[in-house]
């Protein structure tokens, strides 16, 4: 799981409505896991950091609601996503569970809205 999505590209799901992304920015990318061949467009999901590879990277006990908005494998080819990934999470997303003085993978806890 890593972080990384910009606002003002085109996406699986909705194209290139800006409607598509919550006021909150607390949205994500699927991966092949949860992608259902597009059917997670739109679903929310409860995700919280549960560990990763650099120690105390978590924000203990912060979960966060977040808008699958597109398909994470087009996101392969804009580093630092990575193959086999559930769910890329914006930064703002990353942010309010995740310490980004060190970005790092993290292993998430999530669960369908």
């Not at 996503?81 to 970005?103: C, D, H, K, M, Y």
Request: aromatic share 10%; hydrophobic share 50%.
């Amino acid at each position: 799981m890593f972080f990384l999505y910009c606002f003002g590209v085109a996406t699986a799901c909705y194209n290139d409505s800006a409607s598509q992304f919550p006021s909150n920015n607390l949205f994500a990318a699927a991966g092949d896991g949860i992608w259902d061949n597009g059917a997670a467009c739109g679903r929310q999901y409860l995700v919280r950091c549960i560990s990763a590879a650099v120690a105390d990277s978590c924000i203990a006990d912060q979960v966060i609601q977040v808008k699958i908005v597109d398909y994470a494998l087009a996101l392969i080819r804009s580093p630092p996503s990575a193959r086999g990934t559930t769910i890329v999470l914006s930064e703002t997303a990353f942010a309010a569970i995740a310490n980004t003085a060190a970005p790092t993978s993290i292993n998430l806890e999530f669960q369908q809205v």
